[in-house]
Antibody, heavy 122, light 107 residues
């Protein structure tokens, strides 16, 4: 079955760019009717949707982060990535990648990665 | 952005109890609502989609209802393994938004 795995540095310095990659295994990222999202969760807090990308390259980002967020996809590697620029301590969180599906549902995150903790600190 | 407000924020119940969580949207979202379960240290898991449809493999004691702005999530008979935080999520409009979560504990 399809699985997602986040990877990237666990520590990022303030003002630098956070870069994470999500590797999709057990299936093709290029399958129709799916999109690929990033969601984050500060420790002890709720979930925040960061944005999504379709394999066409079309993206939607959360306006609260919009100017700092870049989501890209590499179908040849079955991966999609997140870049968040100018990070501050407020960006410290668990970062999840997730698959969005509209196959048998209107729209839902049906598969999640295990998450990767990113701390912003000097 | 559409605001999602869950209540209560935390809940303590006994095994076998019927548990109900509500989620209110700041505007009409039709049935564009999902429910997720998150156990400590784990990623969220989809339980209910389209407000009332049970995800494959999810026990039938979980259910959802509602449309418009008011939604309900119910566990018909609480089991020890249901200890988790539950989140609603709307997908009517981007940015997708989640409720603040309801932490469920066993009495």
């Amino acid at each position: 079955q399809v699985q997602l795995q986040e990877s990237g540095p666990g520590l990022v310095k303030p003002s630098q760019t956070l870069s994470l990659t999500c590797t999709v295994s057990g299936g093709s990222i290029n399958s129709g009717s799916y999109y690929w999202s990033w969601i984050r969760q500060p420790a002890g807090k709720g979930l925040e949707w960061i944005g999504r990308i379709y394999t066409s390259g079309s993206t939607n980002n959360n306006p609260s982060l919009n100017s700092r967020v870049t989501i890209s996809v590499d179908t040849s590697k079955n991966q999609f990535s997140l870049k968040l620029s100018s990070v501050t301590a407020a960006d410290t969180a668990m970062y999840y990648c997730a698959r969005g599906t509209t196959v048998t549902k209107d729209d839902a995150f049906d598969i999640w990665g295990q998450g990767t903790m990113v701390t912003v600190s000097s | 952005d559409i605001q999602m407000t869950q209540s209560p924020s935390s809940l303590s119940a006994s095994v076998g109890d019927r548990v109900t969580i509500t989620c209110q949207a700041s505007q009409d979202i039709s049935n564009y609502l999902n429910w997720y379960q998150q156990k400590p240290g784990k990623a969220p898991k989809l339980l209910i989609y389209d407000a009332s449809d049970l995800e494959t493999g999810v026990p039938s004691r979980f259910s959802g209802s509602g449309s418009g702005t008011d939604f309900t999530f119910t566990i018909s008979s609480l089991q020890p393994e249901d200890i988790a935080t539950y989140y609603c999520q709307q997908y009517d409009n981007v940015p997708y938004t989640f409720g603040q979560g309801t932490k469920l504990e066993i009495k």
